[in-house]
């Protein structure tokens, strides 16, 4: 699914604050609509972009009666319309590519001793596809596996609530700022030039990617059969959604995984506490910097099916055609067992309910002595919200209000490390090393700077630095606080980390 775009990039925005006066009160009937229609969520700091949306839509009608135009007749295209305006893609190509190693050295490797004959096709999903650049980036990581010399056959489907970014995404027409994260050699192999500044992926790849118009959040057994998917990309998606929407999507991709199959997720979305991932028998895992979940082979009981719906009144039924059900998994059952112990698989973010503390909660000496105002935290929370659901230009400018001369050096540390995230986020990985750098300088206690230094250093190649890094993070997390692992965790626990940092460490000495 696209993502919501930051405030502040409307072209053409309420030019009055009469005219946004007058829109405000409809924006909890817009709320309303969005919920259910779209199983989209938008709160109180999204005033600006749903005001602008309103305006534009409207047109001469004038916002309120467009308003009553939608409740009254929500036809597809007012819809399709609503989707464009208020979500917008924020990828590129080969984004976060740890995850991408994951699959191609960890568990695509294994493919050729599952046992399959020629024929036997792999199916891959990519969640929230936006303009296709993951799509393509996961069917140039299945084609660099060498299937089709094991005599197994691929393709990648993708899907999108935006009906604007599904056509971009199939004319598959990229600039530089698309493949800014792509290496010059990944380039050339992969890309072919259709105009000075202009890419797209080789007949080869896009053959194999298909687009469709589909809602994650809502019940249509006929897409969502069971074991359809051996592999689903579904990140930064599920933070969209509204809860009953959310839990819907959550039920619809878990069942429709393939046993031994792998959901990628966001950097900071996890399955923690959801209990249709403890039935399906996912466990987490960890390969190559990054977490995922993987089905077992045998799931403890079978799905239901067809799943069941905690319906949100007037949501639209899904389009699409059913397709037959493929159940074989093409992961052979040599794959390792879990990683982590999974009795704790948990919520999407942190505020859907309390989570079960392991240990009493304990404070390092720099966050003791922290001064910070609740107003400082909870803007630093705001902040991390807005970069984590890909608003980052929002984010980076909620973290300049954080730094002046006055602010205590652990919570600088905390914005240095959120601007590195950012930076990350962005795929400049340059800038993001030095914020991280400057995190860790402002307080030596503060162990989750280290461990993404030495997770940026091993994706260069350097062995020796990220074995610095990595330790120094393993060091310092036993005594890092829960405060800051709630808030800069990713959802998972502190000793899921240390598991991380000791695994890849050694990784760094093979």
Not at 6 to 27: D, I, K
Not at 285 to 302: D, E, K
Not at 353 to 359: K, T, V
Not at 479 to 502: H, N, P
Request: hydrophobic share 45%; proline share 8%; aromatic share 8%.
């Amino acid at each position: 699914m696209t993502r919501v775009p930051p405030a502040g990039t409307e072209s053409s925005a309420p030019s009055s604050l009469s005219s946004a006066s007058s829109v405000l009160p409809l924006l909890p009937r817009l709320r309303a609509l969005l919920a259910a229609r779209l199983g989209l969520q938008f709160d109180d700091r999204q005033d600006d972009r749903l005001i602008a949306a309103l305006t534009r839509l409207s047109g001469t009608s004038g916002p309120a009666r467009y308003m009553d135009q939608l409740e009254l007749a929500p036809t597809r295209a007012r819809l399709d319309a609503l989707a464009g305006e208020l979500t917008v893609g924020e990828t590129f190509f080969f984004r976060h590519p740890e995850q991408f190693d994951a699959l191609r050295f960890d568990l695509l490797s294994t493919v050729a001793r599952a046992g399959f004959g020629t024929g036997r096709r792999l199916r891959a999903l990519s969640a929230g596809c936006a303009s296709g650049e993951e799509a393509y980036t996961l069917a140039i990581t299945l084609h660099r596996a060498g299937l089709a010399a094991q005599g197994i056959d691929w393709d990648v489907l993708a899907v999108d609530l935006n009906p604007a970014a599904l056509a971009r995404a199939s004319l598959a027409r990229y600039g530089e700022w698309s493949l800014r994260a792509t290496a010059p050699e990944q380039r050339e192999q992969w890309f072919q030039s259709t105009a000075p500044g202009e890419w797209t992926p080789l007949p080869a790849i896009r053959e194999r990617v298909r687009f469709e118009s589909r809602h994650l959040g809502l019940p249509d057994p006929g897409f969502w059969s069971p074991d359809r998917f051996d592999i689903i990309f579904c990140r930064n998606v599920l933070i969209y959604l509204e809860p009953a929407a959310l839990r819907q999507a959550i039920r619809n991709m878990i069942g429709a995984l393939a046993p031994g199959g792998v959901l990628f997720l966001g950097h900071v979305e996890t399955l923690r506490g959801q209990a249709d991932a403890q039935a399906a028998g996912l466990t987490l895992r960890q390969a190559h910097g990054c977490f995922f979940y993987q089905r077992a082979l045998t799931p403890p009981s079978p799905p239901a099916w067809p799943f069941p719906w905690e319906a949100t009144p007037g949501l639209a039924p899904a389009l699409g055609a059913p397709r037959a059900s493929e159940p074989t998994s093409v992961f052979a059952p040599a794959i390792p067992a879990a990683a982590f112990a999974d009795e704790r698989l948990g919520r999407i973010g942190v505020t859907d309910g309390p989570d079960r503390p392991d240990r009493p909660d304990r404070e390092s000496p720099a966050a003791a002595a922290r001064t910070a105002s609740p107003w400082d935290q909870a803007l630093l929370d705001d902040a991390l919200r807005l970069v984590e659901s890909g608003q980052v230009e929002d984010g980076l400018r909620a973290c300049a209000k954080l730094i002046a001369p006055q602010t205590p050096a652990p919570l600088q540390a905390e914005v240095l490390f959120l601007q590195g995230l950012a930076m990350e986020e962005r795929g400049q990985l340059p800038a993001a090393e030095w914020h991280h750098q400057r995190a860790a300088a402002k307080d030596a206690g503060f162990a989750l700077p280290h461990l993404r230094l030495g997770l940026l250093a091993r994706r260069r190649g350097e062995i020796v630095a990220a074995r610095r890094e990595l330790r120094r993070a393993l060091e310092l997390l036993d005594s890092e606080s829960d405060e800051r692992l709630r808030r800069f965790g990713g959802g998972f626990e502190r000793e899921d980390l240390r598991r991380l940092c000791r695994d890849e460490i050694q990784e760094a000495r093979a």
